[in-house]
């Protein structure tokens, strides 16, 4: 009688875990919905992933994508071949603002979002792909103008407000 006690303690409690580790899920599922949706999230990167034979590199803190509904703010790496030399030199990532762009947003089949979007007013970034899953997940591949294609890997967030 004590083994199934036991037995029925250690399955309620297993039980309420996953019930609870699925309460979470849904609510990070349902934040990320309202971000996307909103345009007001911020892509961060972690892994970044050049084209050619430079070898994939986890990224630093801080690299990131924002997107509000009128405005883009890129502060991102860069490895690979540059095709024309920036004018600055300490411009050497994909760096820039953009308040010109078109912004597209696809819900996937299976769940997540496709964004493409295109800055006007940069010569960083020609578009941007951006793919994110139900969770979070995301991978951004940015095509410039003077760049070979690059690719990231992170996750999507909701932008937190500045108090």
């Avoid at 860069?78 to 994909?94: E, L, Q, S, W």
């Avoid at 820039?96 to 006007?120: A, C, H, N, V």
């Avoid at 991978?139 to 996750?155: A, D, E, K, T, W």
């Amino acid at each position: 009688m004590k083994n199934i006690s036991v037995g029925l303690s250690l399955l309620i409690v297993l039980f309420s875990n996953a019930l609870h580790a699925q309460k979470k899920d849904d609510l990070k599922k349902e934040i990320i919905e309202k971000a996307i949706t909103a345009r007001n999230y911020v892509f961060k990167a972690e892994t970044v992933m050049p084209s050619g034979a430079v070898p994939n590199r986890q990224l630093n803190y801080g690299y990131d994508l924002r997107v509000s509904p009128d405005t883009i703010v890129s502060y991102l790496p860069y490895f690979g071949r540059a095709y024309v030399a920036p004018m600055d030199p300490t411009k050497g990532g994909i760096q820039f603002t953009s308040t010109k762009f078109e912004y597209k947003e696809t819900k996937r089949k299976k769940g997540g979002w496709d964004i493409l979007i295109k800055p006007q007013d940069t010569q960083d970034a020609s578009q941007m792909v951006l793919t994110v899953s139900e969770t979070g997940f995301a991978s951004l591949q940015v095509i410039g103008n003077n760049r070979q294609p690059i690719s990231f890997s992170g996750y999507v967030d909701e932008k937190k407000s500045k108090r």
